[in-house]
Structure formats: C-alpha cells, structure tokens
C-alpha cells in the first residue's frame, strides 16, 4: 500500500445527486492532488493543494468542488455531473508542491453517472 | 509547455524475454522524468525517476530507465520479464523550469507478457 486510501472505492451516482470522495494520507506529505483517469484518455490533473491552499485548478467545472480541510485530507464534492464525467479519480500526494518528488496515488474511485 | 508520448498502446513479450517502454518526452528546461505503473483496480504505483545525475535510473521490481538527452527520451527496461509484470505503464515529465510539481502523463502503454 502507498499511504494513500480513497473512499468509497466504487460509486454509481444520478446526474441530481450530491456525493463527495475522500482521500486520506499517512505519510506526513504536504501537497495533494485530484486527477481524473478516462478510458483512452490521458491521466488529468485537476486540482493540486499545498498546504491547504489550493494552487492548481486545471479548467474544472464548477460541478465539481475541492475541499482541503488539513495536509492529510482532501475531499471532492460532486453535484448535478454528467454521464461523460463517469471514470476512475485517483488522488496523489507529495512531501511539497516543489522540487523533485515523486507523487504517491490512491487506489481511486470508480465514479458512474447515470 | 511540457508533454510526453508514449508511442504504443501496447507491447507484447514472452516471459523471460527483455522488456522495453519507450517514452519520449519535450520541456523547455531540464526535464525530471518519472516512470509508474498501474495493476488493474489500483492506482499508479511509482517506480523510478530521473532528476540529474547517472544516465541509468534503476528501480523497483528490476526495472531500470536510461535518460538520453539527445534523443530526449526515457525508455523503461527490464532484462528479463515476468508475467506479473503485465499492467499499464506510464510515463511522466515535469519540466525543470516551472513552478509546482505538475506532472505531465503520457497516454500509457499496457504490457503483456505471455507464459
């Protein structure tokens, strides 16, 4: 395991629902990242924290709405999603946002819109 | 601006035969290159990096990667491959010059390796 867990590691959600994932890490790092894998897509980054602070917004929609709360939790609240936004979000951390670390991943969260 | 292509979408090798990934990569300053790889349900497992230094990177699980500057490349290599070793693969770049730890992926080769 990297230090890294996600919850709920599978959700089916309606296009009106409200849900949000959990990402927590054990490993004392400071920065944390949201990434979106789609099939035949590129990995894409979409929202970075460091310190807390967020420094990254990558062109999200606004349907989708980060919270950092401390360095060890990093939550993405979900509401009104449509069906292409169904994929596998995966969730990253690093000792910073700065300098030459490598990033730890999550296991992820298979989000289905229906 | 930083990117990385990773030219197939997948490679086949018979186990015991060598392992290549091929990576090539194009940022403005010094490149930080990054090799993970993704079992399925699980999320990327990382398994090296170059910053500076020794052209060779080695790794875990025995795979290494060789830095080349001129042909602004970072294949991943493996002597002898294992069936375990069938997952997808991705490559990754952060450029040297820019703020933020922002990395790059390229698009994932899926390594097969048969019996």
């Known amino acids: 395991e990297t230090g890294v867990t996600q919850t709920p590691r599978h959700l089916v959600m309606g296009m009106t629902n409200k849900k949000s994932l959990k990402c927590e890490q054990h490993?004392?790092?400071?920065?944390m990242y949201w990434y979106k894998q789609s099939a035949k897509k590129p990995l894409e980054l979409m929202f970075v924290y460091n310190f807390k602070e967020q420094t990254e917004n990558n062109s999200v929609p606004s349907r989708f709405s980060p919270e950092c709360p401390n360095s060890s939790h990093l939550f993405l609240h979900l509401h009104t999603l449509q069906p292409e936004d169904s994929a596998l979000y995966l969730c990253?951390?690093?000792?910073?946002?700065?300098?030459?670390?490598?990033?730890?991943f999550g296991p992820g969260t298979r989000l289905t819109v229906t | 601006a930083q990117s990385v292509a990773q030219p197939e979408d997948q490679v086949n090798v018979a186990e015991g035969n060598p392992l290549t990934v091929k990576c090539t990569y194009s940022v403005s300053g010094n490149p930080y290159l990054f090799w993970y790889v993704q079992y399925p349900n699980r999320g990327l497992q990382f398994l090296l990096k170059y910053i500076t230094g020794d052209n060779l990177v080695k790794g875990s699980y025995g795979f290494e990667a060789e830095f080349n500057k001129s042909q602004t490349s970072f294949h991943l290599k493996k002597p002898s491959a294992l069936v375990s070793d069938s997952a997808l693969y991705f490559c990754?770049?952060?450029?040297?010059?820019?703020?933020?730890?922002?990395?790059?992926f390229g698009g994932g080769t899926r390594v097969l390796v048969k019996p």
């Open positions: 990253a951390s690093s000792p910073a946002e700065t300098g030459t670390y490598e990033q730890y």
């Open positions: 990754a770049v952060r450029d040297g010059l820019a703020a933020g730890n922002k990395l790059t």
């Open positions: 490993l004392g790092h400071n920065a």
